[in-house]
């Protein structure tokens, strides 16, 4: 399989962006909702049947959320904290009656209201991976104030190597073996006041690391040969972890996979559905990746505030970096006009941002540059608007999260 190219906007492309937003002030952020579709349709293609789970971390917008949701293919949400799981799901208009917390949680707070409301408490999926996480729900919530809470359990997809010391993945739960989901799902079952109904496991080395990082193609080979390893041992201890909680309670759903891997989940007969998020709008970091190529559907648009030197422009604000290991590919990407880089020796700057590169000489004070964030979501964290582009103008413009006043990282 050929490697692909790193999908920047196209110049035609970008000059429609340009006159659908002709009226806005920089900085502000666009989602094109062809490009939107296009990835939906993609991802839905790539799950070949099984219905996909949104990643609510990756989109962050209630009314981008109900936009994918209503397309027939995507179910539910993957939610990534109770506070955030307990606003999808509630009100007169939920935005989804099926809502899995991604991540074990130590809201007591939230857990109260949890508790406290038995339409939530049917709608909600909490998540746990150890014993631990049992006997701290029910300290905040005893079993008898409370109706039965609904349980996933964590599996940990990470791959284990030479005999344990070596880690690929991320380090997430301890349950790790068939016999660990067993004991597990025993403990729920054992206790009142719990109802198990599912497994996940989320393979983060392969639905989360591009197998063909531009320029590098060494590392490439290298991931692939990590991915193909990892993939089919997690195929068969996936299987036997499912098959051992299954022995001990029926289950509801097995989640598993990523924007980065579905090809490769939707195929074991153990998962019933799949994850997936980023590859909605398709931020930078899903570049480099042999076996799709997504279109950049979120961008954000920067203006140029200064003209320092020849073949240099500063551009306000632009330090929007993304979570995780520092490094290059965290930065946002300019994209257009493309040829723009970065100065290595200032980066992207919380209040202005210089760049480098050809384009440079023929921008003047006010024009835009585009950007594209690292990650999908996370670009949702520095506007409280997203212009929702269809053609060549704004057909609509949606809060964010941060617009609703919620912050929930």
């Known amino acids: 399989m050929a490697t692909m190219t790193r999908p920047d906007v196209e110049p035609g492309e970008a ?12 900085p502000f952020a666009v989602v094109d909702l062809d490009a939107l579709d296009a990835n939906a349709g993609d991802l839905l293609r790539r799950a070949a049947g099984k219905p996909i789970r949104v990643a609510s971390k990756s989109v962050r917008s209630r009314a981008v959320l109900r936009r994918v949701l209503d397309r027939p293919g995507f179910a539910g949400i993957l939610a990534y904290t109770l506070r955030e799981a307990l606003w999808l799901a509630g009100g007169p208009d939920p935005v989804s009656t099926d809502v899995v917390l991604g991540y074990p949680t130590a809201d007591r707070a939230a857990l109260r209201r949890l508790a406290d409301d038995e339409t939530a408490a049917a709608r909600i999926t909490l998540m746990v991976d150890s014993v631990e996480h049992l006997e701290f729900l029910d300290a905040v919530v005893p079993a008898s104030t409370r109706p039965a809470l609904r349980i996933c359990l964590d599996l940990d997809a ?11 993945g991320a380090r ?28 996940m496991a989320y393979e983060a080395q392969i639905a989360g690391v591009g197998d063909a990082p531009p320029g590098r193609p060494v590392r490439g080979i290298a991931v692939r040969g990590m991915q193909q390893l990892s993939a089919r041992e997690l195929a ?5 972890a499912v098959a051992a909680v299954r022995a001990v309670a029926p289950l509801e759903f097995v989640n598993g996979g990523g924007t980065g891997s579905l090809e490769r989940t939707t195929a074991e007969e153990s998962v ?5 998020g980023s590859g909605l709008y398709s931020p930078g970091l899903f570049d480099g990746y042999r076996a799709f190529r997504g279109r950049p559907a979120a961008l954000y648009a920067l203006a140029v505030t200064r003209r320092p030197a020849p073949g240099l422009v ?18 946002p990407i ?31 004070i006010g024009d835009r540059v585009w950007f594209r964030h690292a990650k999908a979501g996370e670009l949702c964290e520095h506007v409280d608007e997203l212009h929702l582009v269809a053609g060549d103008a704004v057909g609509d413009v949606v809060p964010t999260y941060r617009g609703e006043g919620k912050a929930f990282g």
């Open 15 to 26: 000059r429609r962006l340009d006159r659908a937003t002709a009226d806005l002030d920089p």
């Open 158 to 168: 990470s791959w284990r190597t030479a005999g344990g010391r070596v880690h690929v």
């Open 172 to 199: 997430r739960s301890p349950m790790h073996t068939a016999e660990d989901a067993a004991a597990l799902a025993r403990a729920v079952a054992g206790r009142d006041g719990f109802r198990l109904v599912g497994v």
């Open 236 to 240: 068969g201890r996936r299987a036997e």
């Open 272 to 276: 019933t559905e799949l994850a997936a």
């Open 314 to 331: 500063t551009v306000g604000s632009g330090g929007w970096i993304a979570s995780g290991p520092a490094g290059p590919d965290r930065v």
């Open 334 to 364: 300019p994209t257009y006009p493309a040829g723009l880089k970065l100065v290595p020796s200032e980066g992207a700057g919380e209040v202005q941002t210089p760049l480098r590169g050809a384009p440079a000489d023929g921008l003047r």
